[in-house]
Nanobody
Framework: VQLQASGGGLVQAGGSLRLSCVVS????????MAWFRQAPGKEREFVAA????????TYADSVKGRFTISRDSARNILYLQMNSLKPEDTAVYYC???????????????????WGQGTEVTVSS
């Protein structure tokens, strides 16, 4: 399974970006999918996760109400719509896929076997 993330860039505070993550290889072996991010000098942190269909989602408190995770299962693409961006959202964003079913463990990075290369998001104040 290969994941290719894209859509990052430079945006002013209050702006929006949409990240995409294309899943190739054996996408049927993925189940839960998620976005994580890592800011300079900080550890990687959970942002959002969803199940195979995208009907169940979980968000970090810091992005709840501003970010939306969605999934086009037919096209094997994961999205992260980011609105009302803040400077503290600046980070490299990574998509991840797991063969495990979506659930309470989906917030943990160690359940994800497959990772994208990361796409950088910079929010200026």
């Amino acid at each position: 399974v290969q994941l290719q993330a894209s859509g990052g860039g430079l945006v002013q505070a209050g702006g929006s970006l949409r990240l995409s993550c294309v899943v190739s290889g054996r996408p049927f072996s993925t189940n839960a999918m998620a976005w994580f991010r890592q800011a300079p000098g900080k550890e990687r942190e959970f942002v959002a996760a969803c199940n195979w269909s995208g009907s169940s989602t979980t968000y970090a408190d810091s992005v709840k109400g501003r970010f939306t995770i969605s999934r086009d299962s037919a096209r094997n693409i994961l999205y992260l719509q980011m609105n009302s961006l803040k400077p503290e959202d600046t980070a490299v964003y990574y998509c991840a896929a797991s063969p495990r079913p979506y659930g309470s463990s989906s917030l943990r990075s160690n359940v994800y076997n497959y990772w994208g290369q990361g796409t950088e998001v910079t929010v200026s104040s």
